[in-house]
């Protein structure tokens, strides 16, 4: 059963905290993005991976941090420069970074920081 | 940056008329891509519509591009209750050489009323 899984659904930690969001794929895709929502929002883009052992920022990638040691795992560090981390964050996968190819998206995960 | 505009922001129709939801957007694009999510949920791919296509089709859905006024439309036809969601457009660039970004519009949500 192919696909993305996100854990936890829900994450709340006390403001301060760095707390890590995973992210898997089974896909065998090269590419992986990190999406941030807020409420009523599209998606911004935090950080992408092209391919294993690489990454860059995206257009909100201040305190945030990732690494991609594995081509299935993607995780998401929100560290506690993060002003405000609240929010519905979303992982992609798509199969190469370019080309005209859908992504496929997790479930995501809800963090409230407190 | 968000570089699609969806129109109308909320949409509310009967089961069983069309829905036809807008996007702008603003820099030349590889591609345009549909959206569809549902509450609280990842968000799930419609259809992607490269920039030299002006229109695609779906199953009920129908997809327009014009290059020329930067816009797309997504009509749904017949719909149901099920289709009940926030869809969005986004639109993929060259960024950083050949990776393809994602920019994602702010959605429309559809209600669809039984």
């Known amino acids: 059963d192919g696909g993305i899984t996100q854990s936890p659904k829900y994450l709340f930690r006390k403001e301060g905290q760095n707390v890590t969001l995973s992210c898997e794929q089974n896909l065998n895709h090269d590419a992986m993005y990190w999406y941030r929502q807020d409420p009523g929002q599209g998606l911004r883009l935090i950080y992408y991976s092209q391919i294993v052992n690489d990454f860059q920022k995206g257009d909100i990638a201040e305190g945030y941090s990732v690494s991609r040691e594995k081509k299935e795992s993607f995780p998401l560090t929100v560290t506690s420069a993060q002003k405000n981390p609240t929010a519905f964050y979303l992982c992609?996968?798509?199969?190469?970074?370019?080309?005209?190819?859908?992504?496929?998206f997790g479930p995501g995960t809800r963090l409230t920081v407190t | 940056s968000q570089q699609g505009e969806e129109d109308p922001q909320a949409l509310s129709i009967q089961e069983g008329e069309n829905a036809t939801m807008n996007c702008s957007y603003k820099?030349?694009?590889?591609?345009l891509q549909w959206y569809r999510q549902n509450s609280g949920r990842g968000l799930v791919h419609l259809i992607l519509?490269?920039?030299?296509?002006r229109e695609k089709h779906s199953g009920r859905l129908r997809v327009t591009l014009d290059t020329s006024k930067k816009s797309s439309s997504l009509l749904i036809t017949a719909s149901r209750a099920a289709d009940t969601a926030s869809y969005f457009c986004?639109?993929?660039?060259?960024?950083?050489?050949?990776?393809?970004?994602?920019?994602f519009g702010t959605g429309t949500l559809l209600a669809v009323q039984p």
């Open positions: 820099t030349s694009i590889n591609n």
């Open positions: 519509i490269r920039s030299n296509e």
């Open positions: 986004a639109t993929a660039n060259h960024y950083g050489g050949a990776t393809n970004k994602l920019i």
């Open positions: 992609a996968s798509k199969l190469t970074a370019a080309g005209d190819y859908e992504q496929y």
